[in-house]
């Protein structure tokens, strides 16, 4: 895998160096760059860090795929786990997130129907989390979701946040595995935790 990046960048120097810099954007240099930078699914990256961090993840299969992913074009493993620990999932409802959200939350359900987690908290927030139907609007604060989880003393194996990363107070690690699935603004990138940036187009 090293001798093939290396070919690769080694490719990309010779291409630049004979086409000169104003071949930028010729087929050639984009296929150069994506095999150079790999982009791989969010729903891949998400599945797979539940997978890690919950009870019973080491007993997924490729044997059957999941059904979900195939059908959309991509390879993941199911999971025959009949207990997996609990997740706590934290959506931001403030009013610069509409649409997006919806669809990262249909696809975190299907990666649920896949991995089942025994417990599920959500927990909806802006500037404070709200334990009923999703409320938004002013400022984001994902300080409050790490907050109520000490508060309430929960104990989840994993927390999986999202938000399009407008943040003015991104709170502290609670030493719990974090994943911030980004919408929509990719210079945002958490102190902590996993950062992955969800492109819906």
Known sequence: AREIEQGLRQGKIAQEKYAGKSSSGNPLDRALDELLNPKIRWEVLMREFLTKYVKGS???????????SLAQGYYTPSSRSTSMGRVVTAPDVSASIGRELTIAMSEMKAIFEDVRPDTVDMMYWDTEVTSHEPVGGGGTSS??????????????DCILLFTDGYIHDWGVDIGVPTMWCVIGNKEAVAPFGKTIHMDLD
């Open 143 to 156: 300080a409050c979701v790490f907050e109520k989880i000490k508060e309430e003393k929960i104990e989840p």
């Open 58 to 68: 080491d007993e997924s299969t490729w044997s059957p795929v999941s059904r979900r």
